[in-house]
């Protein structure tokens, strides 16, 4: 099975059913990472095709050669998606906060283009 292509939906999946030896209902998956039923449905033909997962009614566990396979694919299954597109910030142009916390941010009124404050007037209007 090519790891290499695997989608987010497909990591949340396999860390899901990973995180128990029994049945795992994929319903709670559906609810708690919003994930279709075809996504669903996909994903379990796949799995199923290659004997890494079992699965009745809307029950799933992963095959004891799953779970093998999940552990030795484990830096691709468990890497976080949120760090996938991260590139190093250089810390030199990142811009410092010019409001306190808690304080509110109010716009400096004289610094407000007049063209844009006509625009974004007239939008609202018409």
Not at 43 to 50: A, C, K, M, Q, S
Not at 80 to 103: C, H, M, Q, W, Y
């Amino acid at each position: 099975m090519p790891v290499e292509s695997f989608s987010s939906s497909d990591r949340e999946f396999l860390r899901f059913t990973f995180s128990s030896k029994d049945w795992v209902d994929v319903y709670e998956l559906h609810v708690e990472y919003q994930l279709s039923p075809g996504q669903i449905i996909d994903i379990v033909e796949r799995l199923r095709g290659e004997g890494l997962l079992e699965f009745e009614g809307t029950k799933a566990r992963l095959t004891a050669p799953g779970r093998e396979w999940v552990l030795k694919q484990r830096n691709i299954v468990f890497k976080s998606a949120a760090n996938e597109f991260r590139a190093e910030l250089d810390e030199s142009v990142v811009l410092k906060p010019t409001v306190e916390i808690g304080e509110p941010y109010l716009p400096d009124l004289p610094e407000v283009d007049r063209e844009f404050f006509e625009a974004l007037a007239l939008s609202r209007v018409g």
